[in-house]
């Protein structure tokens, strides 16, 4: 082989080598930028499921624009949702809901017990306002230590 022969194996070798070499940081650059977005995807799931969800705050704009009352009420409180309206609170026995005006002060809104679909009867506005319950059975509590001994 002469020189001129042996260059051109050389070169050959060479771009083989580059191609290989190319090839291994496109893979590597492709594996880098993946654990990236998936770190990156993580972080966002974990931070959207420890974010809290704020009403927007009731401006004098908004205030403003509330209708008046016509009925007297025996409390008022403000519309279903972020609404910033005054409203009438419902009280006990009165139908309520999801997107009704809250329950009166110690009321809270109860699907009827004997229910298949309690959530559909409170999207639909069929609950009732009642008396709150404490809804966890006496004793589940844990026993609490005792800092007397």
């Known amino acids: 082989m002469n020189d001129e022969e042996l260059r051109k194996q ?4 060479w771009l083989k080598d ?6 291994i940081a496109d893979q590597m650059s492709f594996l880098v930028n993946w654990s990236f977005l998936l770190v990156s995807v993580a972080f966002h799931v974990t931070a ?19 209708p008046m009352l016509t009925e007297p009420c025996a ?6 949702g972020c609404g910033c309206c ?9 139908l ?4 009704t005006p809250r329950c009166s002060s110690g009321l809270r809104c ?10 559909e009867q409170l999207v639909q506005g069929l609950g009732r306002c009642g008396r709150k319950v404490d809804t ?3 004793g589940s509590a844990e026993p609490r230590e005792s800092s007397c001994k």
């Open 75 to 80: 409390e008022i409180v403000r519309e279903p």
């Open 48 to 66: 959207a499921s420890e974010m809290v969800f704020r009403c927007p705050s009731c401006t004098a704009e908004r205030l403003a624009a509330c």
């Open 86 to 94: 005054p409203v009438c609170a419902r009280q006990e026995g009165e």
């Open 10 to 13: 050389d070169t050959r070798i």
């Open 110 to 119: 109860y699907p009827k017990p004997d229910s298949e679909l309690p959530l």
């Open 96 to 99: 309520c809901g999801v997107y």
């Open 18 to 23: 580059e191609k290989a070499l190319t090839n």
């Open 136 to 138: 966890e059975p006496p």
